[in-house]
């Protein structure tokens, strides 16, 4: 099984829907990060969790919210949904004990798209 | 602003010739480096990291770090079709995140 899963793999929806990604680690890590990618940008940070009851906003966050129900799930929400949050959109994890070095693990992305 | 800078390409190599790919960073504290391959569609996937100047090799690639110029490079030896990807650039910059540069397109011409 894949250490960092992601849920829906893929997910059209309308503009001003609700939308949420979730995302599962098996890796036991503490840090979990959630990132979107368009065409020409490279991958941007959305927000960013290093505990359960640590939540940090990355250089994108609005229109966006997060939730870490566990150390091993970390949920992103679209309260309402706009045509310019189409991209695909990444998981990733981190350990703390790592931390000079900060290797991310990405899970599989999640390709949304909003019409 | 900590930021990576990397040739978005498509950087076209023959097969079996290497592939330089480089990537510039505006800061001079950064910590380490990582570069990451991701093909269409798929996620990224880490296959360097390097945090002391110098080279270092792992089979086919090898990442050179010059802190000074605050520049990062990986080589591709004996490139092969498989290795037609975007390769990223990331970097620590010691504020408990990573910053991507954009990436850089590999083609590799049978």
């Known amino acids: 099984d894949a250490d960092v899963t992601q849920t829906p793999r893929n997910r059209i929806t309308k503009t001003g829907k609700r939308i949420m990604l979730e995302c599962s680690q098996t890796k036991g890590h503490d840090r979990m990060y959630w990132y979107r990618q368009d065409p020409g940008l490279g991958l941007r940070l959305i927000y960013y969790?290093?505990?359960?009851?640590?939540?940090n906003k990355g250089e994108i966050s609005d229109g966006y919210s997060v939730s870490r129900q566990a150390q091993a799930k970390f949920s992103l929400s679209l309260e309402s949904a706009i045509p310019n949050q189409t991209a695909l959109y990444f998981c990733a994890t981190s350990d703390r004990s790592g931390s000079r070095y900060n290797e991310q693990f990405f899970g599989p992305g999640t390709r949304l798209t909003v019409l | 602003q900590k930021e990576v800078e990397q040739n978005s390409g498509p950087l076209s190599v023959p097969e079996g010739a290497i592939a330089s790919l480089n990537c510039t960073y505006s800061?001079?504290?950064?910590?380490?480096f990582f570069w990451y391959r991701q093909y269409s569609g798929k996620s990224p996937e880490l296959i360097m990291f390097i945090y002391s100047n110098g080279d270092k090799e792992d089979g086919r690639f090898t990442a050179q770090l010059n802190k000074a110029s605050q520049y990062v490079s990986l080589l591709i030896r004996d490139s092969q079709p498989s290795d037609s990807a975007t390769y990223l650039c990331a970097v620590y910059f010691g504020n408990e995140k990573l910053t991507f540069g954009t990436g850089t397109r590999l083609t590799i011409i049978p």
């Open positions: 969790s290093f505990d359960v009851k640590d939540i």
């Open positions: 800061d001079r504290g950064s910590q380490s």
